[in-house]
């Protein structure tokens, strides 16, 4: 249901804006309204002015913003605290922090940059380890001494060995040594050992081949290569210490200090969101106004709570809704414990305006019916019931879950009533083995019987929403509309009962007379919608042809059952007959969870809504702690 | 089998395999785009499930067809 | 396409990335009033998509947020695609190059070429040429062997630069960038894109010439619509005014009184309404070359924005295009 909503008018002296505010806040049951038009009389605006703040609330305001982004900029150095200090009152302290914080700030982004600058270097470090790592075993092989140069580089493939063994022992005269290796990502990573006079003419030789040298950053300076890979070790491990070190300092400070600064930051959002609010008040010289909407069962509680606090001062007063304040009136959709799980669904549409109709009541009454007619299989029902039940009681934290198996519930139980009407339970197994008899249809063979059943289920709908949207028009006494959808609704039942006859539900002697009617009546139908009025009707019809799917969908259930039961009964063989059978009723029930779930929801959205169900409306953001959207 | 009999199961299983590949076609392309809406507005999911089955109705129409074919209506 | 760099197909259908870019359209900037007027852009930028990318030195940041954008079209882009639309990522990466050539003339830091290329689409190659070496004639040299549609120039950069400085390699290298994209066969929705495209450019030079008296030949640009014959004849006739004219014809605006700056805003607009009707017209190509276009007016107007806040704000609201 749509909560009825008031307007409402709040009025006191100047000095208490803010207490009234604060207040608000805390209840958390107004929005209130940043224009004042509609709420103030055409000759009273000269008097009415929006509240601007005074100085001193401008540099708070100032002061405050400056102060947040400094505390971001320093929550953003630190790990995020653990616990939150609820009991502090920043507001005596909040110039102590300031100052604290201007001496924490340069000394917590030092840290932090520190800390980023030693992990930059740890992963430029890293990108040798695997180098080294390869190379270290072959750097042991060979002998070291003062006069042999090592040169490290990578290779692409086992033929670029080939090549460069054959260069190397022309340009050295055979004196030297490569050894290659394959390091953990795949590459080869070679090492030449040769005498100091040959590698300087090797390096420039290998540099006009594209042959890549390895090269170090710069840290490393002139070190031979042999300390090179020493010195590698060393660093990486230094930069772990330091780096563990600034981590223990950034934990131990957040660990003392965090919880404070987050607190204070809640503290100043608070506080600038009430000096934000301030902005849509209106002032006289003395005094304040305050408009907005709210639920109006709350209404006489926020009546006594204001004059309780405010010692009657501050009066709140409901205003009369005019014809254009629906428009702008935002909604709140309510509904009983039943329907509540339901919302699920409507949540997916846009919200309905305040004149128009809530969709939950009728998704909570016809989707479970739609649901049941498509599944209709007492067996399955069981089922569906039964592993509801247990991922209910499973997963409490998770609400929409625990909508959706509220909502399978329900529905599962109408598929168990129709299972019956239809005489089925797991197909026609309840049939074979405690002869269960078709109340109502056997969907399986009664093809077209099934079928005028799903069309006349789509007439009674559609015809219920059109109506639906015949009192709206009433409602919002749009004259012309509301003949539109009565003629509608005329038409479709001359149709109906015109195709009735021609197939021979009716006697024949209706076929004149209904034709008569729909002549008489298309003129009207010109007169109230225009000349696209009959394609309206056009449209209502293949609704209603769709609603076939009820049908369609469930005789593909039934006969994949019933394929599920035979197969099992060809295997000859009681296990395996059962383990074939259960596997394919498996199937059909997740299968018989979603479609028909998709397709009621479909006939609900596409068909039935579309033809009362007004959206557009604006959800109720009453002014309340955390929000972030204050006006 | 006589060829009427023939001839009824083929014009049934075209009157489901024609509208099952137009479905099919439909379906591939809103789904597509469906997951491309659902890169960019995640809250969106329950409409674009809605969306894909919309076309749907076109082979449900067939199978209709289809079963009245066999069925002999 | 050697310029840009080679990914594999990750084959997201069409309509996927079709979809994608109807949900990204509604965040592209509207109201550029409020922009224009907030005194503070930053903040305003802050309730935007851009809140990410203007946290240190804004214009960056929105130069990031372009290629980005840029870079994540087109790895959504099925190999199709990326062919039909490699003309435009080609024409939208030359600036990153010239860019970077610019950086090299002044000896530019390292790490600022090196934060231009880490979101570009140029080719590993070529981003390695502009980001290790750091003599520019031998950037150039390396350039001229790698890009393959700068084999149609009859010189090389080097030589055009030792004679010419960079402002001639840059001509040169858009020059024949365009002239080669005319060259190829290419989807008729682009090819028209880049008709409007040299169109401008060649108006562009001509005013430029004309009102800055220069007295060497300017060198246009072939395979635009407006006919080379028809530029050199105003040229000749030393006449600013004819200007109007040829914009009026070309684009449908009408300018009073020609400047800089709005010969190039009335250009640019022009190229808008026909990616706008082109986007009706072929309502998947189309679509995307509009919302590239738009993102590349919007990255433009906001480092106007940016670099001109100190200037009043009705010439400002000139320059804009959106």
Redesign the interface.
Known sequence: MIVRMSKIEIAGPRELLESVLSLLRDRGILEIEPSAIGFVEKKDEVYIDTFIPDNSTFSEKMFLEELRSRIDELLACLPSPRKNNRYLEPRSIIYTISETLQRHLPACKKLYRDKEALQKELAELSLYNFFLDAVEPLLEDMKKGPDLDFIGLTLKDPAAEMILRKALSHLSDDKFELLTTIASDGTIVGLIALQKNTSDRIKKALSDKNIPELRFPPSFGDLPFVEKVSFLKKRTSDISGELDLIHMQLDSFSLKWGAIYKRVREWIEERLSLIKATASAFVTRMCFFIYGWMATEDVEKLREDLSRDFMGSVVLEELEIREEDLEKMPVILRNPAYFKPFEL?TR?LPLPRYTSYDPTPFIGIFFPVFFGMILGDAGYGFIIIIVSLLILKRARKNETVQNACKILVVSAFYAIIFGILYGEFFGELGQKLFGLTPLFVERR?A??PM?YFSVSVGIVHVLLGTFLGFIIALKKRTKKEALLKFIHILFILCIVLLVAAVFGFFPGLMTRPMILTILFITPFLFFAGGLLAPLEVLKSIGNI??Y??I???G??SVLLASVANRLAGMTGDIILGVVVAGLLHLLNIIIGVFSPT??S??LH??EFFNKFIESGGRRFEPFKKNSKEVI | MNLEKVLMAFAAALAIGLPALATAWAQSKIGSAGAGTLAEKPELSATVIIMIAIPETMVILGFVVAAMILFGV | MILLCDIEDRGYPTDYLLARIHGRRAFLLKDWEKVLFSLDISGYLMSTRYSKFISGYPADGILRRYQEELQWMYYQMNKNLRHIFGPCFMYAELGTLLTCLRYHLKKGKKTEIEYILAFSLLSERVKNILSLESDLPFILEMLDKRAAFLSDSPAGLSDIFITGGLPEVEQTITRTLLEHIMHEPGHPCITRFFISLIDSINIITLYKHLRWEMSAKPAFITGGKVKETVLSAILHSRDVSEITGLIQKHTGFYVGRPAAANVESALLKGISGQVKKMERESPDIGLILNYLWRFFLEARDLSILYYGNKIDKDIIREELVH
């Open positions: 669904f997916i063979t093809v077209m079928l042809i769709s076939a799917r049908m369609a969908i005789l593909t998709i397709h929801l479909r959205y596409v």
